[in-house]
């Protein structure tokens, strides 16, 4: 029998069920979601991008991903963080993103601190990669009644905190916490899904920043 939060792919494979068969949201769940990250532009980007997906879905966000990194030069931190009234204009009026001039400003916002945050880390992977959850503080089964419980946790808490402090914005706890699962800071698959093994067998590879 089929556990609770998964679905059988025509593989035979058995994933989390969030990507609802999609196969543009099956490719990102195979292929990105919870791998571990240290690109510093992936990681702004991500964190960004989750800020706009406040009150949305991530699949409108996913499917317009190409158009935000069009309209922000690439998630380039130092060069959006030189964008100007003009730019946020600019934005404002593109189609192709979410039009929410908060976000928008919010984004410009956070390149500069990022700016900072490299500045006094030497990276943003170092940063983030600091608040790695350490096994104690993670759950022992993983399945959908565990996930669905928890949109936060107590390192995702003082992660925001900790943006917050430094002048981040749209960086909440459940903000944070979803670019945590996505950048592989944690492996939230469900202990039923095929990539659940895949992930956990990166992240003991993976080199810490």
Same mark, same amino acid.
């Given at each position: 029998?089929?556990? &609770?939060?998964?679905?059988?792919?025509?593989?035979?494979?058995?994933?989390?069920?969030?990507?609802?068969?999609?196969?543009?949201?099956?490719?990102?769940?195979?292929?990105?979601?919870?791998?571990?990250?240290?690109?510093?532009?992936? #990681?702004?980007?991500?964190?960004?991008?989750?800020g706009?997906?406040?009150?949305? +879905?991530?699949?409108?966000?996913?499917?317009k991903?190409?158009?935000?990194?069009?309209?922000?030069?690439?998630?380039?931190?130092?060069?959006v963080?030189?964008?100007?009234?003009?730019?946020?204009?600019? #934005?404002?009026?593109?189609?192709?993103?979410?039009?929410?001039?908060?976000?928008?400003?919010?984004?410009?916002?956070?390149?500069?601190?990022? @700016?900072?945050?490299?500045?006094?880390?030497?990276?943003?992977?170092?940063?983030?990669?600091?608040?790695? &959850?350490?096994?104690?503080?993670?759950?022992?089964?993983?399945?959908?009644?565990?996930?669905?419980?928890? &949109?936060?946790?107590?390192?995702? @808490?003082?992660? +925001?905190?900790?943006?917050?402090?430094?002048?981040?914005?749209?960086?909440? =706890?459940?903000?944070?916490?979803?670019?945590?699962? $996505?950048?592989? !800071?944690?492996?939230?698959? !469900?202990?039923?899904?095929?990539?659940? $093994?895949? @992930?956990?067998?990166?992240? #003991?590879?993976?080199?810490? =920043?």
């Amino acid at each position: 029998m089929t556990k &609770p939060g998964i679905i059988i792919g025509e593989d035979g494979r058995g994933r989390c069920a969030w990507h609802g068969g999609l196969e543009d949201y099956r490719r990102y769940h195979d292929q990105e979601w919870g791998r571990p990250v240290t690109d510093d532009f992936r #990681l702004f980007e991500k964190i960004c991008l989750e800020g706009f997906q406040s009150g949305l +879905s991530w699949l409108t966000i996913l499917r317009k991903r190409e158009s935000f990194r069009a309209a922000f030069a690439g998630f380039d931190f130092d060069k959006v963080a030189h964008f100007g009234e003009g730019d946020v204009e600019r #934005l404002v009026a593109d189609a192709g993103i979410i039009r929410h001039r908060g976000k928008i400003v919010s984004t410009i916002n956070n390149a500069k601190r990022a @700016v900072e945050m490299r500045e006094e880390y030497g990276s943003l992977a170092k940063f983030f990669w600091s608040f790695e &959850p350490a096994a104690s503080e993670r759950p022992l089964v993983m399945d959908l009644e565990t996930l669905r419980a928890n &949109p936060t946790t107590a390192v995702s @808490v003082r992660l +925001s905190k900790d943006l917050k402090k430094r002048g981040w914005t749209f960086v909440g =706890p459940t903000t944070v916490y979803a670019f945590m699962q $996505a950048m592989g !800071l944690v492996n939230d698959h !469900l202990d039923s899904c095929y990539c659940q $093994a895949e @992930v956990e067998n990166l992240r #003991l590879r993976f080199k810490r =920043p």
